[in-house]
């Protein structure tokens, strides 16, 4: 298990730009994924990477192209800027790591992959 730590959420206007945070416990490298959840519809993900820096990034196809996933390894931090959001991107927003899953395996993968988890930060986008 790994503590999370999340910050950055707000209200924005469509159009507006948002980064989240999220800092890990420890100093283990880690596959770490962003997952969002809006009232009254499952957890979906978002933005995955190993913090090791190791594989790749991957991303949800609503969100190519205006959300980046990036780390900071030497902070245990991975961050997410979210550009040009849409009313749609409104949801609670988390963070999920988990330790078992190796980088050659760290991609978009279901929230019950994932052990450890953030207490979300709320992003609202208003059109």
């Known amino acids: 298990q790994v503590h999370l730590v999340e910050s950055g959420g707000g209200s924005v206007q469509a159009g507006g730009s948002l980064r989240l945070s999220c800092t890990a416990s420890?100093?283990?490298?880690?596959?770490m994924s962003w997952f969002r959840q809006a009232p009254g519809k499952g957890r979906e993900g978002v933005a995955t990477l190993h913090t090791s820096g190791e594989g790749f990034t991957y991303y949800r196809d609503s969100v190519k192209g205006r959300f980046i996933i990036s780390r900071d390894s030497a902070k245990n931090t991975i961050y997410l800027q979210m550009n040009s959001l849409q009313a749609e991107d409104s949801a609670m927003y988390y963070c999920?790591?988990?330790?078992?899953?190796?980088?050659?395996?760290?991609?978009?993968?279901?929230?019950?992959?994932?052990?450890?988890w953030g207490q979300g930060t709320q992003v609202i986008v208003s059109s």
């Open positions: 999920a790591a988990d330790y078992s899953i190796p980088a050659s395996r760290c991609w978009m993968r279901s929230h019950t992959d994932f052990h450890s």
């Open positions: 420890g100093s283990t490298y880690v596959c």
